[in-house]
RNA sequence: GCUACUGUGGCUCAGCUGGUAGAGCAGCUGAUUCGUAAUCAGCAGGUCGCCGGUUCGAAUCCGGCCAGUAGCUCCA
């Protein structure tokens, strides 16, 4: 018989061969790489027999698909060495993840770090075995029956939801049988490079209310030269930990005095003020307006915006002169509260008005970490009021805007927009006119994006910006959302052209998202090695010996003239060791000056991550200093 | 919040099976005035996260609390 492979070709093959042999016909190559094979499109395993006019993929550890099967064929390694070495466990779910794949198990007997050797050891053995992996299916009363018998009460939970006349399939290998999907690889030996990885909690099907079971991570690659980069990225994603880095650079600190509220110290707090420079600067030029509303607001206020009936559990509440107050979570209802101040005109939109506003929120004890999730923290917020007909340019503007500031940082990002869910308010027609007006904006502007189908929020449309660090990891940051609700729980309106009284369009929109979690970011992301315009400490200058404190301060003072953030290191050492400790503090240039330097009027240059050295005359590096950061280069 | 782990001077860590704290760095003082990743010496600094229990005796064992870290979305 005849089958078709991805390529157009024709293959001939036995009649009833398997994709296995297909492949062998291939070529002995692919025979060997094959993991797994797609017929007529759909993913199955190498054992499955072809039938005449199939479409044909072999599919090999080189796919994405492929290398899924590899992991998943881990999780049942796992999952049969965790039964051979504790016969009475439950087996509930073991998926592939990112890298690797999990087991969830419930145990009757706790199991610690220290069990993972053994259980590796025991995976080994049946990696070694190269147990063939062999698919069966029965009816669903039969798998109930199946799993009942091996006391398996999740995997009996999990059939049960499955439709009554549903075939269901089971994996065996040796004595262990599972119940799965598939497909995964022919035998157990294919099997070359995992470790476990951790151990943690998680609830059965996610749900707090649900029993904790416990999870054991593991990661798995084709090779153990990936396992071993994958392994040197996580000790350097370690290595730029923002919070280590945090405390080394003193940046910001955390203490049990303010769970969750950040302390900025002198260099974080620079930092921190650069940044806010760079974003005022930059929305001033955008045409934004710029207010501060307070942090501390009543409750009739939080009642009209909604939260006090659905926020109320994450926000902070006071009471002031017997009035309850609450501290706010989000700053709209207070842009709302300033635009309601004074009656708008049609000429006057699109109105952009930004907020650098403190928020508060509690988050649960559990979620807290670092600068990336605090309980404080500030928005680098506006509301842009407008009407129907400009969303699509508003939007563009903030894309655009969004584009300068990211760059600015090196970072690269995907685009997601997320649709209308199911329980949400407002007519289809608004959400019609904005989710399109936001896919035009993204069209016009030539920008890839995902969808994401129902993903919005119950009160608009929204698009969400996803940066990309210099290791890889993504982070959720800007966002711009349309809002159907506060304008009309505020009833907010503008004087139309008509002289007709009509609700203008908004929407809330951030760049940074917070700024302390920017910060954490770009901690991590730059590995605490600022670009020039950003770090705290811009140029230090180390004397060579008391003789010459004289001409540093000097120095000094005339880079700090031309607004340079620059210290001098006054300590009587040696200058080896200050130029150690300078470059453990990852400041952007050196500079050392002795007896030479102080004659001549020069500076000797260091420059963070170049080797050489260089002397020049003092104006000529001022000069190039006071220019390069104003160019706020990127690296 | 839940599960696991962790919590010793400003920082990094040692302290074995219970006998009542130790180092390096930082700090201070003195000497040294030195040319590109740690000069030498001395001094000072801790009721071992907090509270309670067991014990003749607890940093060490037990319980509770507090704080931190990892995970808790990815459906057989």
Redesign the pocket.
Known sequence: MEIILKNGDKLSVDGGATCAQAAAKISDGLARNAVAAKVNGALCDLAHVLKEGDELEIVTLKDKEGLDVYRHTCAHVLAQALKNIYPTCSLA??????NGFYYDIDFNT?I??DDLAKIETEMQKIIKAKTPIERFELPRAE?LKLMQKYGEKY?VE??N??PED?V??FYKQGSFT????GPHLPNTGKIKAFKLV??????W????KNK?L??I?GVAFPKKEELEAHFTMLEEAKKRDH??LG??LKLFA?L?EG??FPFFLPNGMTLKNTLVDFWRELHRKEGYVEIQTPIILTRTLWENSGHWDHYKDNMYTTVIDEEDCAVKPMNCPGGMLVYKLSPHSYKDLPLRMAEMGMVHRHE???????LFRVRCFTQDDAHIFMLPEQIKDEIKGVIHLTDKIYSQFGFKYKIELSTRPENSMGSEEDWNIATDALKAALDELGRAYEINEGDGAFYGPKIDFHLEDSIGRTWQCGTIQLDFQMPQRFDLEYVGEDGQKHRPIMIHRAIFGSIERFIGILIEHFAGKFPLWLAPTQVKILP????TLGYANEVCKQLADAGIRCEVDK???????K??EA??EKVPY?L??????AEDGTV?V?KRGVEE?D?VKLDKFIKKVVKESAEKVIF
């Open positions: 779910i073991g998926p592939v993840i990112e706790p610690t770090m798998a995997k999990l059939i939801d499955l549903s269901i399939s599972d119940l799965c999907r951790s151990i943690a909690g998680a609830y099907r996610g749900n707090e904790m416990t999870r991570y919070i280590k405390k080394e955390l049990n769970k969750g649960k004890s559990g979620q807290l970490h670092g060579i010996t008391d003789r300590r009587n050492e040696k200058i080896g060791y130029i150690r470059k453990m050196v050392v000056v002795g007896d030479k330097e000797n260091n050295k002397t």
